[in-house]
Nanobody
């Protein structure tokens, strides 16, 4: 059974930083594309970042230059380093996994990130 467990969310002031982690189990982690999505209250879920098996990354325009995604295939984890956070980054952040980029069929339960102004 595939499990994705996010951690690292919390409350931070604007301009601050947080590091989210997602621990994966029940899958061959190195075979999977890993991604982060977020959903703010009253809004649709949106793509944040993804990292392929090769390590190549893609970030949403809204977070480029502030967020970094990385993976550790020895620990089955994917991380999202978030710097210079803004109030509009406030959302529940979800980790996702899929064998094909853009097709994610495994999701975590989410972790809350709140950025105060």
């Amino acid at each position: 059974q595939v499990q994705l467990v996010e951690s690292g969310g919390g409350l931070v002031q604007a301009g601050g930083s947080l590091r989210l982690s997602c621990a994966a189990s029940g899958l061959t982690f190195s075979n999977y594309v890993m991604a982060w999505f977020r959903q703010a209250p009253g809004k649709e879920r949106e793509f944040v970042a993804r990292i392929r098996r090769s390590g190549s990354t893609l970030l949403a325009d809204s977070v480029k230059g502030r967020f970094t995604i990385s993976r550790d295939n020895t620990k089955n984890t994917v991380n999202l380093q978030m710097n210079n956070l803004k109030p509009e980054d406030t959302a529940v952040y979800y980790c996702a996994a899929g064998l094909v980029s853009g097709e994610y069929n495994h999701w975590g339960q989410g972790t809350q990130v709140t950025v105060s102004s």
